[in-house]
């Protein structure tokens, strides 16, 4: 039987070793939660499925500590913000029993004309079938709560795969859902390579993919899926920020260092690039900088740690190969710009990387925020709007009419309005749009994802 090893990526030490699945145990995976689904007897009812929805809130409130260093040390995620992270998780699954009492059909409009007269009409809400979800690690038991949670609610069978570097967080959670009473069918896990990954990705089984990850693997297996599954994909951004003359620095500075430095810039919506208006850049780059070096880079489970290590050290290595063309092809390094011990890098800032860069044209994934210069915000839109990226953005201005503007303007499915671009809960519509993704996740927005409408047309003689 091949293993993994779960190591931390801030020290290397080991934290677990956990067999992996062959195809054949995807298949009987599928098989399974095909069968469980295709006998409508086995079928969950509502009251049950919020039952043990309500005991796994129970168990995580109960476990708070024990989530969080578990999500700490195999992601890197520092302390501070890993335990949001399983506050949020809690409050992901709190919103899916809330959204089950809204998840309804409607009646449709009948008798308007001749040939529809005599008939009332109802849509109804039904599961989509067996979702199989693949993950990513930068926020491994959130973005499992995300994927898994909507679809047991609706009662959609589901398999995820978590990514084989944060697996731990996933196989606890999926063991607190079957503590709470949920059948081993209706959620399992995978640990697998990426064959077999693409294996159940594109399996005929599969009625809907959920995939978090690179936008080249999304897009890939978004073209081998079979006829009639649904797909939902959530890539990165290179996220654009515009800052006007009449921003509030004060509060603008701690809200870009969060939204660019947090997870060390392993977000899909951190903050990257950054316009500001001539008349305050040199006083903002000042700000931010001086921000960005008493940032606390280390240990994740410091809980003074701001800035964790990146997931390995290839990271590390790719970031500081990056920053050095930038420098070198006319950026000015304006802090960071370092290696800090083996697996974190310096929050750093660079000044007007040119156009071509890496930094400027893709996803940096790391601790790196770029500042631009401009003169005119048409100028700043149309930089913003330059990529083939549509994910978040935002503004920040005192002007109610250049915030709307900008909000008009900017290619992005959120624009944050004061905000930085990394704003989000667990409630909201949120999603990429062109490479940056396709459909909107969000818990409600899955749940409507994850399942499907059936209508009923009822002819009667009683309504002619």
Not at 151 to 178: C, Q, R
Not at 339 to 363: D, Q
Not at 408 to 427: E, I, S
Request: glycine share 6%; charged share 20%.
């Amino acid at each position: 039987m091949n293993m993994i090893q779960v190591t931390s990526p801030y020290d290397g030490h080991l934290l677990d070793e956990l067999p992996l699945h062959t195809q054949e145990d995807v298949e009987q995976a599928l098989s399974l939660a095909r069968e469980v689904f295709d006998e409508q007897s086995q079928w969950l009812p509502k009251y049950e499925r919020v039952a043990i929805l309500q005991k796994t809130v129970e168990i995580m409130t109960s476990r708070i500590e024990e989530l969080t260093l578990i999500a700490a040390n195999e992601g890197g995620k520092p302390y501070m913000d890993s335990k949001v992270e399983v506050e949020r998780a809690i409050n992901g699954v709190k919103l899916a029993i809330e959204h089950l009492g809204a998840f309804e059909g409607k009646e449709i409009a009948m008798g308007h004309t001749k040939s529809s007269a005599g008939r009332i009409a109802y849509t109804m809400k039904e599961p989509i079938g067996v979702v199989a979800a693949i993950s990513a690690f930068n926020h491994p038991l959130n973005l499992c709560v995300h994927q898994t949670v909507p679809a047991i609610a609706v009662g959609s069978p589901v398999i995820i795969k978590p990514s084989l570097l944060t697996p731990m967080s996933t196989l606890n959670f999926v063991n607190i859902l079957y503590e709470a009473g949920l059948p081993k069918a209706w959620c399992q896990v995978l640990l697998c390579e990426n064959e077999e990954s693409q294996y159940l990705a594109t399996h005929p089984k599969v009625d809907y993919l959920t995939f978090i990850g690179s936008a080249k693997v999304g897009w890939f297996l978004n073209s081998k899926v079979a006829a009639g599954t649904r797909v939902g994909l959530e890539h990165g951004g290179v996220a654009p920020v515009i800052v006007e003359p009449d921003a509030n620095l004060d509060e603008l500075i701690p809200a870009l260092a969060k939204g660019a430095f947090y997870h060390a810039g392993q977000v899909c919506v951190s903050v990257q690039r950054i316009y500001v208006h001539e008349s305050i850049v040199q006083e903002v780059t000042q700000r931010l900088s001086t921000a960005a070096q008493k940032m606390v880079v280390g240990d994740p489970l410091d809980p003074k740690t701001e800035v964790g290590p990146l997931i390995s050290h290839n990271e590390v290595n790719r970031i500081h190969t990056w920053v050095q063309e930038a420098v070198e092809s006319g950026a000015t390094l304006v802090c960071g710009g370092e290696r800090v011990g083996e697996s974190c890098y310096a929050a750093t800032l660079l000044l007007n990387p040119s156009k071509e860069a890496k930094v400027s044209t893709k996803e940096v994934f790391g601790p790196v925020a770029c500042i631009y210069t401009y003169t005119d915000i048409e100028e700043a839109l149309d930089a913003a709007n330059s990529l083939e990226f549509s994910f978040q953005a935002s503004v920040f201005t005192k002007n109610i009419d250049t915030a709307l503007h900008a909000v008009r303007r900017l290619n992005a499915t959120a624009v944050m309005v004061n905000d930085h671009t990394a704003f989000r809960v667990d409630w909201m519509p949120f999603g990429g749009a062109k490479a940056s993704g396709l459909g909107l996740g969000g818990i409600p927005y899955s749940m409507e994802e994850m399942s499907k409408e059936k209508l009923m047309v009822i002819k009667s003689k009683a309504l002619q």
